[in-house]
T-cell receptor
Framework: GQNIDQPTEMTATEGAIVQINCTYQ??????LFWYQQHAGEAPTFLSY??LDGLEEKGRFSSFLSRSKGYSYLLLKELQMKDSASYLC??????????WGAGTKLIIKP | IAGITQAPTSQILAAGRRMTLRCTQD?????MYWYRQDLGLGLRLIHY???????GKGEVPDGYSVSRANTDDFPLTLASAVPSQTSVYFC????????????FGSGTRLTVV
């Protein structure tokens, strides 16, 4: 079966750096996405990786290793507003998105 | 403001009743999707449409139907609601490429009692 694994919850301190990991086993691979979802709100798109390596967007970076079925989202200079769930999703061979259950990130002052 | 509008925002529905969740986008995206989100689970695809006039079944289509008469609208119908359909429902859309990801509506919180 297809599977996306991410930690259920993480805690970090304001101003610090946190890395959220995602491992996947899917039938085929056509890209990996990271989304941010604040409680009670819709997911919003953060990043897209289709080739191996690091993609940087301001305070957020996303890394992909297709051979290892692994990605991480790196958040730098954490702010209280970064408290949210972070969703990892992989587009499979049928071009359908398979979603992880999300990682709830708690930022403490 | 460009985006996706979903209605209603929330609804309490008696079991056995029929209900249509509405979704409208103004971005001229070809592809549209309906997901449900339940605590502890990832988003699960109910139905999708790659272009106006076509629809397809996702991971959890049973008990739901959709139509795509035009590019902008993609309603989701529950023919006879059951308590297991209690969930948050998100409509989403995407353009041809993946670089911008999916755009999501604000969701409909549905409770079937």
């Amino acid at each position: 079966g297809q599977n996306i694994d991410q930690p259920t919850e993480m805690t970090a301190t304001e101003g610090a750096i946190v890395q959220i990991n995602c491992t996947y086993q899917t039938s085929g691979f056509n890209g990996l996405f990271w989304y941010q979802q604040h409680a009670g709100e819709a997911p919003t798109f953060l990043s897209y990786n289709v080739l191996d390596g690091l993609e940087e967007k301001g305070r957020f970076s996303s890394f992909l290793s297709r051979s290892k079925g692994y990605s991480y989202l790196l958040l730098k200079e954490l702010q209280m507003k970064d408290s949210a769930s972070y969703l990892c999703a992989v587009k499979d061979s049928n071009y359908q998105l398979i979603w992880g259950a999300g990682t709830k990130l708690i930022i403490k002052p | 403001i460009a985006g996706i509008t979903q209605a209603p925002t929330s609804q309490i529905l008696a079991a056995g009743r029929r209900m249509t969740l509405r979704c409208t986008q103004d971005m001229r995206h070809n592809a549209m999707y309906w997901y449900r989100q339940d605590l502890g689970l990832g988003l699960r695809l109910i139905h999708y449409s790659n272009t106006a006039g076509t629809t397809g079944k996702g991971e959890v289509p049973d008990g739901y139907s959709v139509s795509r008469a035009n590019t902008d609208d993609f309603p989701l119908t529950l023919a006879s609601a059951v308590p297991s359909q209690t969930s948050v429902y998100f409509c989403a859309s995407s353009d041809q490429g993946d670089s911008n990801g999916y755009t999501f509506g604000s969701g409909t919180r549905l409770t079937v009692v």
